[in-house]
């Protein structure tokens, strides 16, 4: 039989308990929202800008270890939808500052902020003259002869189109990180970009592509209750310090939309989700085939159980449609962002993902 003073004592300790901890949530509150509500800020590993064409520029990130790497590492993000910063989020949390402390020399590729005076561009311009020549560009300033190559969601759509026009790409190895293939099994972008009936042309028309405000109540809509979600995680975590700059940055971030190009735009939702061209290996560039069984580099894919984006299926999909021998997929906890930049991700992806392109980045 329960003792009932001891059961009093732990109710009355457990009380006491959550006392304090409201009082610091309040305590924090004030002194972090109120007293100085001001962003934390991103994007601090040191960088250079080494090439630029129009908006578009592509940063340099030279390594901080002794021992440097012999490859470059080129990161190719997302073209729209948001900014690529969540790479370089804040000392601590940052996989482009991971990578270097690495003796990874790192490349990234901006986009810029994409307007109405971007609607041309699409995957032919980025896939046979923008690409090459920051390659071309990162080769002459490492003075070496293949790097590897990591396309993230959208970018991976650009990379693969790369790898397979330009057979003689100087790709070592290749990373593809919540990259959508099978768009069959899109989840809800699927429903919804996937039907004859989305009014694509009508908007490439009116606004030269899909613009901000759009795109970020397109992707609210993905998850109506996120932002709730977002402050109740908040205040559950807000007695603990370290958590409230991490929140600060992410919201920020998550609420930095841009916009999208309409012709890139529309190859997305026409070829793909529509028709799943890129897989069924009928997506032509310039009257060639993107045909995906002629990448032959080693390549490792990385998906997210919970991505309501990418679901693992579509990024899997990947794996069976390339002609590399050595390839290794994983699937990891956590959402389509927070698998590459979340609380986990220096524990479970950056660390496998550097093994991964050591062991097969040797001169």
Known sequence: MANPMMQAA???????????????????????????????????????????RGKIQLYRYPSQAAQRQPLPYVMVPWLGISRPYILDMLPGHSMIEYLVQQGHEVYLIDWGV?????KNLGLEDIVFKILPRAIDTILDLSQV???????????????????????????????????????EQGGLLKTWLGHAAFPTDVLVRQYGGIPTSLMGMGFKMLRPT??????????????KKDYIPIYKAMDRWANDFVGM?????????HELYAQNKMLKGELMLQGRRVNLRNIQQPMFVAAASKDHIVPPLAAKGLMGAVGSQDKQFMELPGGHISVFAGRQAHTMLWPALHAWVVERSAV
């Not at 009355?12 to 962003?39: C, G, I, Y």
């Not at 994409?114 to 971007?118: K, Y």
């Not at 190009?261 to 939702?269: A, H, L």
């Open 145 to 183: 002869p293949a790097l590897n190559l990591n396309g993230f969601c959208l970018g991976g759509v650009i990379t693969n189109s790369y790898l397979r026009l330009h057979p003689d790409a100087p790709v070592r190895n290749y990373i593809a990180i919540v990259t959508p293939v099978d768009f």
């Open 10 to 52: 732990e109710f009355t300790q457990a009380m006491q308990n959550e006392l304090h901890k409201n009082l610091t949530r309040w305590s924090n509150w004030m002194s972090d929202f109120v007293v100085s509500p001001a962003e934390p800020p991103m994007a601090q590993t040191p960088r250079d800008l080494v090439w630029k």
């Open 261 to 269: 190009p309409g012709r890139f735009f529309s190859q997305i939702q």
């Open 114 to 118: 994409i307007a109405e005076e971007d």
């Open 226 to 239: 996120g932002d709730a979600a977002s402050l109740s995680g908040l205040w559950f975590n807000m007695n």
